[in-house]
């Protein structure tokens, strides 16, 4: 053994939530704290290449300390419940990674790490313990080093004996007289009255120990030695606490803290259910397998046709019997990728075409197969297949079953949907995952085409195997409706309107640019003349000595390098000087400029004057669908100058109109029909105000009592109900403590009681049944809903709560979608559907045509489902998807 490591689990992930932004899985899970950690303990393991491992954790609320001083961490606000769900999702990486960890009722983190520090110091082994926590700073030793987070958890900085010398003229040991002196508001360690870090310090440099201290107080004159004499036992109890007690039974031998290097497998597989990738691509866990190694072993030799002038015969002949489609491109845009072959098969034979084949005069059969809407096709995502082949001048119909579809709604959370994925799923056999085949990253290479065409073969053998197992879970959970009548059809019209694509005006987003240009020069010239000298405005070091030190603004927070500037603390000193309102707009137009103008300009394909977004039907676990290359639906609206870039969208054809149309309130209005409480369904139907209604029953004032600061408090809280906010959440929206947050959500709830009753009987049904439903029956599983460990099942109560009334909504306006597209085309009318962004669809509309769809869209919109209040979609339109707003 040559190094152990211990790490203060609850400091750090702690230290983690607070300094990483939000993070969430796309089931909604928070991973913030996870990313970090993990981040900075890959850090540690490269550069420390330690021996053995192991991560302590509190164990519960109780300590031993709370027999003497039933206060000791009185202070402290309940964790938020956005962090406590992760500890578990925490623990869980750690054993992936093949790392112990441990926890033990009664004592705390510091204890374990004090207690095996001390049995590594008596073994002759180094350590060092990683933590936030300066009171570590006391096992110090010849052999214990304590590395301190910094910059949140960014950066450690280590203490041996000479460098706890050097900041403080102290002995390890003098650190818990330190804190028996000044005491510890985190810790709710009292001190004594009057005395902070600098003057204990003084005291101890001159006397040693808060014993002698105490003892000497005839030394010492004026009120300090008042409190000294006064508050003598509250130091000495304060010493107490802060002493780390390194006698605690650990039941962790030596060999299971062991570590020879992070278990490949079992990591890999938890970063992809974090959705990790980017720790995933670091740590390069996939690496290039020959394709008869990586899936030869388990599935039987895959035998396929190459098909050539000589061969196509064949394929032509069997083209009836074909049951599954494959065809692989490489690039993650769809309207980008590149065609690397397809693969037909029938139930005993398999066929493999090259790009040059496929666009060759033998393969008309193929291609007129290929485009005939008439002979249904089954496959693994076709949407990407269509897109794909489009760019290639192909046509594609007919899709009939999408296995990739298909598996998502079986399990939405299900992180590895990949063919790979499946087979082991299901049990089918081993299949290359297709990074083991081609690489990945810089590293992707194309295989000859003797292993690429068995891979694409055993890919849809294994796909042909899937596919009735599917077909019969489909019929079992009842979604069968739902797969082909909505999912399916969806998936088409998606494609319809990608290839589609939105024009953009190039020359407007130049001027909105050379606008924000002009805007963000204006905005540094009265900064630098508020400032009184010039800085870069990019920089946080400079940024933060103009603040703080030229200005004297109070600071807010510090790091290790000098003052914060981020946004929270930013907004926080808006109040009290005119430079930081300033600096705010500079930021948020700098990143317009660089995100959505810029952004955007490179967009646009050249041969169309368009930008092709990539809708996905498979990401969220709500049923959302998601925008990419470039995300739409991510253009910021709240800010005049981000609505502005919706200047840029154009109708393609001159004349014609854009066309928006806005459902109002959706998911408020799906929780009103689906808890069926009577405050909340009078008000939609007798078309109030929503947040006025919630305002004068939450606070209890007439209509024309509801001010702007009421009715913005009941927005919060109406839209946070929908999203299963916590107290800590809203009092971050509002601006408020926590206190008061929860208090708002309890006078919710007296005020609502037909949703505290939803709410109630929802979570019941969760935990009957495993899942919960939308009302089309879109499913999603909550295993962790009769968890034992309160933090993971509190989540998926809450998943429970908000998923049957953010998934209907998501349902609606698919349904919204298949209705309007059958509309257009039943009525022959020349207007086409082009976006959908959350609850918004948007068109373009010959003018002819403008006054008809001005009614037909929000009355279509408006009938999609049936609930016990109305829908109600907003229609507007203009020149451009602005003006349309």
């Known amino acids: 053994m040559n190094k152990l490591i211990l790490i203060d689990g609850n400091s750090i992930i702690y230290r983690a939530f607070f300094a990483m932004p939000p993070l969430t899985s796309s089931s909604g899970v928070h991973t913030n704290a996870v990313y970090g950690f993990t981040n900075m303990l890959l850090r540690l393991l490269q550069e420390e290449q330690p021996s053995h491992i192991l991560v302590a954790f509190d164990a519960g609320k109780e300590t031993f300390r709370h027999e003497g001083y039933q206060d000791y961490k009185g202070g402290r606000e309940k964790t938020p419940p956005e962090l406590s769900e992760q500890f578990p999702l925490m623990r869980e990486l750690l054993e992936s990674f093949g790392i112990a960890w441990f926890e033990l009722p009664g004592f705390e983190a510091d204890d374990i790490i004090g207690t095996i520090s001390k049995q590594g110091e008596e073994a002759g082994v180094d350590v060092l313990v990683v933590t936030g926590d300066k009171d570590m700073l006391q096992l110090v030793s010849d052999r214990v080093k304590v590395a301190l987070t910094r910059k949140g958890i960014s950066e450690v900085e280590p203490y041996g004996i000479k460098e706890i010398e050097d900041k403080y003229g102290l002995r390890p040991e003098q650190i818990i007289d330190l804190k028996g002196l000044m005491g510890d508001a985190s810790d709710n360690i009292p001190g004594v009255p009057g005395i902070g870090e600098k003057t204990a310090l003084k005291l101890l440099h001159q006397f040693g120990s808060v014993e002698e201290v105490l003892a000497r107080t005839d030394e010492l004159k004026g009120k300090m030695k008042e409190n000294l004499v006064n508050h003598a036992e509250d130091a000495r109890m304060s010493k107490q606490l802060a002493t780390i007690f390194r006698e605690v039974p650990v039941e962790r031998s030596w060999e299971e803290m062991a570590f020879s290097g992070v278990l490949e497998e079992q990591a890999a597989q938890m970063l992809r259910k974090l959705e990790f990738k980017s720790l995933l691509e670091r740590l390069s866990f996939a690496p290039h397998q020959d394709v008869e190694q990586a899936g030869g072993s388990a599935l039987e030799e895959v035998q396929v046709t190459v098909i050539d002038d000589q061969t196509i015969h064949q394929l032509v002949e069997v083209l009836p019997e074909v049951q599954n489609v494959v065809v692989e491109s490489h690039g993650e845009n769809p309207h980008h990728a590149v065609l690397m072959g397809v693969v037909l098969s029938t139930e005993e034979e398999h066929f493999y075409l ?147 694509g939105v024009a953009v005006n190039r020359g407007t987003l130049m001027e909105l640019g050379a606008e924000f240009e002009a805007q963000i020069s204006s905005l540094i010239a009265r900064i630098y003349d508020i400032a009184g000298l010039e800085f870069n405005l990019n920089s946080p070091k400079q940024l933060g ?41 500079y930021r948020q137009l700098a990143k317009l400029q660089s995100t959505y103008v810029e952004g955007l300009l490179k967009e646009i394909r050249p041969e169309t004057g368009k930008v092709h977004t990539y809708f996905r039907q498979t990401i969220t676990a709500t049923g959302r669908l998601s925008s990419q290359f470039p995300n739409l639906q ?125 709410m109630d009987e929802i979570v019941k049904e969760a935990k009957r049944d495993g899942y919960v439903k939308t009302l089309l029956e879109r499913r999603r599983y909550l295993p962790e809903i009769n968890a034992s460990n309160f933090n993971l099942r509190s989540f998926a109560e809450r998943t429970a709560m908000n998923t049957p009334i953010q998934g209907t909504a998501a349902d609606i306006i698919k349904l919204a979608m298949i209705m309007m597209d059958e509309v257009l085309r039943e009525r022959k009318l020349k207007s086409r559907m082009l976006l959908q962004v959350h609850d918004e669809l948007v068109f373009e509309v010959p003018p002819e045509e403008l006054e008809l769809m001005t009614t037909l869209v929000p009355e279509t919109m408006e009938r999609a489902l049936q609930l016990s209040v109305p829908l109600k979609a907003e229609v507007s339109s203009g020149a451009n998807w602005y003006d349309a707003k």
């Open 545 to 585: 000595e103009v603040l703080f030190d030229k200005l004297q603004l109070p600071v807010i927070k510090k790091t290790k390098t000098g003052y914060s500037t981020d946004a929270e603390v930013l907004e926080k000193l808006a109040p009290y000087h005119d430079i930081v309102q300033y600096i705010l707009e």
């Open 634 to 758: 991510n253009i910021p609206i709240r800010l005049e100058e981000g609505r502005k870039i919706r200047q840029a969208f154009v109708p393609s054809e001159e004349g014609w109109f854009m066309l928006s149309a806005d459902y109002s309130q959706i998911e408020l209005r799906v929780l009103a029909h689906i808890s069926g409480d009577n405050g909340l369904q009078e008000a939609f139907l007798h078309d109030m105000d929503i947040h006025t209604k919630t305002a004068m029953k939450v606070f209890g004032v007439a209509a024309d009592q509801v001010d702007g600061n009421m009715r913005r408090s009941a927005k919060a809280v109406n839209f946070g109900i929908v999203y299963g906010i916590s107290d800590y959440g809203l009092s971050q929206n509002l601006n408020i403590t926590r206190r008061e947050a929860a208090r708002f959500i309890d006078q919710y709830f007296d005020a609502f009681q037909g949703v505290r009753t939803y």
């Open 354 to 500: 090259a790009p040059e084949v496929l666009h060759s005069d033998v393969a008309k059969p193929v291609i007129d197969w290929l485009g005939d809407k008439n002979k249904p096709k089954r496959g693994y995502d076709l949407h990407r297949a269509d897109l794909t082949l489009y760019w290639q001048g192909i046509e594609f119909g007919g899709a009939e079953h999408d296995i990739q579809l298909a598996a998502y709604l079986l399990d939405p959370t299900n992180n590895d949907q990949t063919v790979s994925g499946l087979a082991a799923k299901y049990g089918i056999g081993a299949v290359a995952a297709d990074e083991e085949v081609y690489g990945k990253g810089a590293k992707f290479k194309v295989p000859d085409q003797a292993l690429l065409s068995q891979h694409l073969a055993r890919k849809s053998a294994a796909l042909l195997q899937i596919l009735p197992l599917q077909k019969q879970e489909l019929e079992q959970v009842e979604m069968n409706r739902l797969f082909y009548e909505l999912e399916m059809p969806l998936s088409i019209i998606l494609a319809e309107m990608e290839k589609q």
